[in-house]
């Protein structure tokens, strides 16, 4: 017999003793451990999964910061800074010129004369002149027309208005006023120079109501700032100012007329106008029970014949009014003089 023979049987018996034998109780313990140990590594690649889009987004992030660095940087240790938006260069008009023309202007141009002087004519408004080698900037030009002169001097001639000032010019921080006058600026080495051939000038500090104020023939000095200044009047009368004229025989020379009309003289018309402009303001007014109140300042000029030649309000007074004390005006007169004159006078009208 085969020594393998047996094998056979031997399988067979244990298989049946396996077969007969109860089942083997499961280990849950263990299974419970390795479940847990399953749940616990699904999580924690979910976890490195999530760690790495967080990581990506953030070295994104940091790459775009690198990026940006590496423009904003102009050399080591250095940060370039971002390059400065420059403002549209302001255009120049007149090197070379006479005349130029106002309207064509805008706020920021320059003008600017060369060898000869160089005049800019606003139509119906004024015209204004640059000495040979000055300059100034256009600094408004709506209702009033204003300007900064920047070097050498200027000389205006302004249309009269009825609006409490038409025309301006800067200098430094001085501020030169007109409403319709002849007058001329001169920017010096110490300071505003200021001149008037007609009309008045009103001349103060940037920000500040005026306190000097100029007329015809006046001439003045200022600080740079506006807050001093002298101002000088003709004190010579005509007769000096003016060749004697040959008289013939058996007649009387003229009496000499004076400079300008005494302070009294103007004070008195002046009273008169008020007068007149608190008339018109009463005739004008409905009547009621309401009561209203106004508040101006008249601010008039006189020629060299003793009439009214301009009058303004400030502020200025509904049209209608302002005309009927222009009528009224007509009556009213100051000694004649070689210059006229001029007065201010706060005026309360009320109903």
Excluded: Y
Aim: proline share 6%.
């Amino acid at each position: 017999m085969s020594e393998h023979a047996g094998e056979p049987k031997a399988l067979e018996r244990v298989t049946s003793e396996m077969r007969d034998a109860p089942a083997p109780e499961p280990d849950w313990e263990r299974v419970e451990q390795q479940l847990f140990a399953r749940i616990d590594a699904d999580e924690r690649a979910t976890r490195r999964a999530g760690t790495f889009r967080i990581v990506a987004v953030l070295a994104a992030a940091a790459a775009l910061l690198l990026v940006v660095g590496g423009v904003m940087r102009s050399g080591p240790g250095e940060v370039a800074r971002a390059p400065a938006v420059s403002a549209p260069a302001a255009r120049v008009f007149g090197p070379g010129a006479e005349r130029v023309d106002g309207a064509g202007l805008a706020v920021g141009d320059r003008v600017v004369a060369g060898a000869a002087q160089l005049a800019v004519e606003h139509a119906g408004r004024g015209t204004w002149t640059l000495d040979p080698s000055s300059q100034a900037t256009l600094t408004a030009t709506g209702k009033v027309i204003s300007l900064r002169l920047t070097e050498g001097a200027v000389s205006a001639q302004v249309v009269p208005s009825d609006e409490p000032e038409t025309f301006v010019i800067e200098v430094e921080r001085v501020r030169v006023a007109v409403h319709g006058t002849a007058f001329r600026v001169v920017r010096a080495a110490q300071g505003v120079e200021v001149s008037v051939t007609e009309g008045v000038v009103a001349v103060g500090a940037q920000g500040e109501r005026p306190t000097f104020f100029l007329r015809a023939n006046d001439a003045g000095k200022f600080s740079s700032d506006g807050t001093r200044g002298e101002v000088q009047r003709p004190t010579q009368a005509a007769a000096e100012l003016q060749p004697h004229a040959a008289t013939k025989p058996g007649t009387s020379a003229k009496p000499a007329l004076a400079a300008a009309p005494s302070s009294a003289d103007v004070g008195k018309a002046l009273d008169q106008l008020s007068s007149a402009t608190t008339s018109c303001f009463e005739a004008g007014s409905a009547k009621g029970e309401v009561r209203v109140q106004i508040q101006t300042r008249l601010d008039a000029s006189f020629g060299a014949d003793g009439r009214v030649r301009s009058l303004v309000f400030d502020p200025p007074l509904a049209p209608a009014l302002t005309e009927c004390v222009r009528r009224e005006a007509q009556k009213v007169r100051v000694p004649e003089s070689a210059s006229g004159g001029s007065g201010q006078r706060d005026v309360l009208l009320g109903t």
